[in-house]
């Protein structure tokens, strides 16, 4: 499996309402702007995105539908973190990921609790990238996270 982009992959951020609501009325058009300055993949839900224990899933599939319908015209390599969730909605999210055509999933490691060994560690990125076996998978190492080195 080949993920052939070299650039730039921009975290974007998640658009809300004054409510808390997202609001993916605003993903065209940062999409635009992300591209007009040279950005032409994304990483959407990641931690920057409040993807990570801020969203719930449904807006996390929500946000990423999204990005695939109004800002890949822009923004054409689409990224989907997945995991800062259980694992089983982990899984959830790969399988979404994968059916929307995006160019790659991202996983952090279990947040709870911390994998003991690598070993661990392992086990959870494989069951999460077997969950979209036609997608490449990308871990996003962060050990203070995963407590492991």
């Not at 951020?13 to 605003?26: A, H, L, R």
């Not at 946000?63 to 089983?88: D, F, N, T």
């Amino acid at each position: 499996m080949e993920f052939p982009f070299k650039g730039l992959v921009a975290a974007p951020f998640t658009p809300m309402k004054e409510n808390g609501d997202i609001d993916v009325s605003k993903v065209s058009k940062y999409a635009e702007h992300l591209s007009s300055n040279g950005v032409k993949a994304v990483f959407v839900n990641g931690t920057t995105g409040e993807g990570v224990l801020s969203l719930s899933i449904a807006e996390r599939k929500e946000m990423l539908e999204a990005w695939v319908e109004k800002g890949k015209e822009h923004c054409p390599v689409i990224m989907a973190q997945v995991s800062g969730c259980s694992y089983r909605e982990a899984l959830d999210l790969a399988e979404h990921a994968e059916s929307l055509g995006v160019s790659a999933i991202g996983c952090l490691p279990n947040l709870f609790p911390k994998p003991r060994n690598v070993e661990d560690l392992v086990e959870w990125c494989k069951g999460i990238a077997q969950a979209a076996p036609k997608t490449p998978f990308f871990y996003y190492h962060i050990p203070g996270f995963s407590g492991v080195t």
